[in-house]
Each structure stands twice: as structure tokens, then as C-alpha cells.
């Protein structure tokens, strides 16, 4: 079956650090791979995606590249900010047969983002 | 705009009383899902709802029944609610169903139900 494992948290950074969220998969065929954002007290959010392999997602400075031979999925940022404090979840969807369209989701890193 | 409405933000049960999530979207969309979130596990799918008048069991569907009332709403009901039920529940909805385009769907999630089972 599908899964999705991302690096274990929390992350915690000082403002204008670089990020890294390391992501990898398991799945079938050529699945379609996302970044969801989850601020306190809030539902996810699309950050970014991608749907084949070496597209590169990004968004509000944020970058994932679909690396096939890797299975990876990498989340960066070059200079994080306070408001980037946040729960990320790495994610994937599987079309066809069986698998219809659901999500499966990485554990969760939690980001916190001192000044 | 409002996207994915749920209802109630919070609940507290105790073990055995019953309770149903509402979900409402009013972005047209065919599909909609209920996820649990825990510590630790990320989000598992506990039904979905490919279209009106259909459902499915996801990965944690025990203790659960779902009722897909129309296009726009998706409900979730606990019969007798355990403590192992306490947890934050997510509905979400996106506008593909199956097949090739599926595979790209964008979910949209509503803000969560936080509850507790005591």
C-alpha cells in the first residue's frame, strides 16, 4: 500500500534560517505528491504540489521537487519567518482502481520559528 | 467564500452517548472525506464520499457511520463514543472523483472538531 514518512519533529529554527522537511514515499504507479500547512487552531492547506516527477511545487518561498529514482519529496524554505510556524504534512493520492483519490499523510513536522 | 463549514469547533462526550458531526461545502465539489488527526499519525481517512449517494469505508472506518445528505453535506456519526474516539476531525471535499485526474485532486479542508471522550 501507499505510505508516506517524513523526518521525525519538532524543527525548531531562528528567523531567516534555511529549511529543510525531508519526505519519502511508498506508492504505486505515479502518484501526485503535496505539502499541506496546518496553522494553530486551523484546518490543512494546500502549500504546494506536484504531479509528476521532477516538477517542482513552491509557494509563499517554498519548494518541493518530485524526485522519482529517490521517492522523495523534500520541503525547503531559504529564510524562514516567525509566521512559518506551523504543522507540515507531506502527502500523497494515488488515482485509479481501488485507490480512487484519497490522501495518504505523513506523520506531521512541527515548525516553530523563533525571532 | 466559506469553503468547508464543520460543526461543532468542540464536544465533550462521555462513554456510550452518541453525537454527529456536520460538514457543509459550498464550492460544488462531487467528493468529500472524514480524517481523524492524532498525535503522532497524521491524518487517517475514516470514510469518504466519491459522490452523492455514495460512500466508502477508509482506513479507520470502526465505530463510525457517514451519511452523504446531499452534494453539499457529509456527516459523522458516533454511536456510542469510546475515549479511544477522542481526537481532532477534519471533513475535507475536492471536485474530482476517479480516474486519472483524481490523482491531482486538491483537497480543501474545513477547521476540525476538536473532541473529547471522557
Known amino acids: 500500500g501507499n505510505s508516506v514518512t517524513q523526518m521525525e519533529g519538532p524543527v525548531t529554527l531562528s528567523e531567516e534560517a534555511f529549511l529543510t522537511i525531508n519526505c519519502t514515499y511508498t506508492?504505486?504507479?505515479?502518484?501526485?505528491l503535496f505539502w499541506y500547512v496546518q496553522y494553530p487552531g486551523e484546518g490543512l492547506q494546500l502549500l504546494l504540489k506536484a504531479t509528476k516527477a521532477d516538477d517542482k511545487g513552491s509557494n509563499k518561498g517554498f519548494e518541493a521537487t518530485y524526485r522519482k529514482e529517490t521517492t522523495s519529496f523534500h520541503l525547503e524554505k531559504g529564510s524562514v519567518q516567525v509566521s512559518d510556524s506551523a504543522v507540515y504534512f507531506c502527502?500523497?493520492?494515488?488515482?485509479?482502481?481501488?485507490?480512487?483519490?484519497?490522501?495518504?499523510f505523513g506523520q506531521g513536522t512541527i515548525l516553530t520559528v523563533h525571532p | 467564500n466559506a469553503g468547508v463549514t464543520q460543526t461543532p469547533k468542540f464536544q465533550v462526550l462521555k462513554t456510550g452517548q452518541s453525537m454527529t458531526l456536520q460538514c457543509a461545502q459550498d464550492?460544488?465539489?462531487?467528493?468529500m472525506y472524514w480524517y481523524r488527526q492524532d498525535p503522532g499519525m497524521g491524518l487517517r481517512l475514516i470514510y469518504y464520499s466519491a459522490s452523492e449517494g455514495t460512500t466508502d469505508k477508509g482506513e479507520v472506518p470502526n465505530g463510525y457511520n457517514v451519511s452523504r445528505l446531499n452534494k453539499r453535506e457529509f456527516s459523522l456519526r458516533l454511536e456510542s463514543a469510546a475515549p479511544s474516539q477522542t481526537s481532532v476531525y477534519f471533513c475535507?471535499?475536492?471536485?474530482?472523483?476517479?480516474?486519472?485526474?483524481?490523482?491531482?485532486?486538491?483537497?480543501?479542508f474545513g477547521a476540525g472538531t476538536r473532541l473529547s471522550v471522557l
Open positions: 464550492m460544488n465539489h462531487n467528493s
Open positions: 502527502a500523497l493520492n494515488s488515482a485509479g482502481g481501488t485507490s480512487y483519490g484519497k490522501l495518504t
Open positions: 475535507a471535499s475536492s471536485y474530482e472523483t476517479s480516474g486519472r485526474a483524481g490523482g491531482k485532486n486538491i483537497q480543501y
Open positions: 506508492a504505486t504507479g505515479y502518484p501526485s
